[in-house]
């Protein structure tokens, strides 16, 4: 005999299993919100490290261009003071 027919002539066992159902239930949706919890620390954590590294190259650039600009003025500046003073 399954649990249905069982459920069906006992109202006492058709509780004890809807109970028992919800409680399995209530255990997976705890597990699933630790789980999404999880997964949202970790991608918030994962974004900051991007953010970081984004940063971090852009100040490369910055760095490298401010160098270039001011490598084509001193050598500019000295083509001038040679061809032109």
Same mark, same amino acid.
């Given at each position: *005999?399954?649990?249905?027919?069982? %459920?069906?002539?006992?109202? %006492?066992? @058709?509780?004890?299993?809807?109970? %028992? ?12 919100? %630790?789980?999404?919890?999880?997964? @949202?620390?970790? $991608? ?5 490290? *991007? ?18 600009? $001011? ?15």
């Amino acid at each position: *005999m399954d649990t249905t027919e069982i %459920e069906k002539k006992s109202l %006492e066992a @058709h509780v004890e299993l809807c109970a %028992e159902r919800y409680r399995q239930l209530d255990h997976r949706l705890e597990t699933l919100t %630790e789980n999404i919890t999880a997964l @949202h620390a970790n $991608v918030d954590r994962l974004a900051g490290t *991007m953010h970081k590294a984004n940063a971090k190259v852009n100040d490369q650039l910055l760095a490298w261009g401010g160098s270039l600009v $001011v490598v084509l003025l001193g050598t500019i500046s000295w083509l001038a003071s040679k061809y032109f003073v």
